[in-house]
């Protein structure tokens, strides 16, 4: 959702003490992410790596898709 940051993002998917793991894992999938400082912009989709895969759309509702 709007607002959201990187690692706010991988507390939502892999709890707190994932965190850091998470947002490795996420930058590795996002070929548009180039490191965890990346500004995050409205509208961007994001691959949430999981036990399958999650689509995250930024900015829209709940932000999941």
Known sequence: GSGDSLWRIAERYYGREGVTQ???????????????NTVLRLGWVLVIPENGCARLLLGVGSGTS
Request: no cysteine; net charge positive; charged share 40%.
């Open 22 to 36: 998470g947002v490795k894992r996420i930058v590795a999938a996002n070929s548009k992410l180039r490191d965890e």
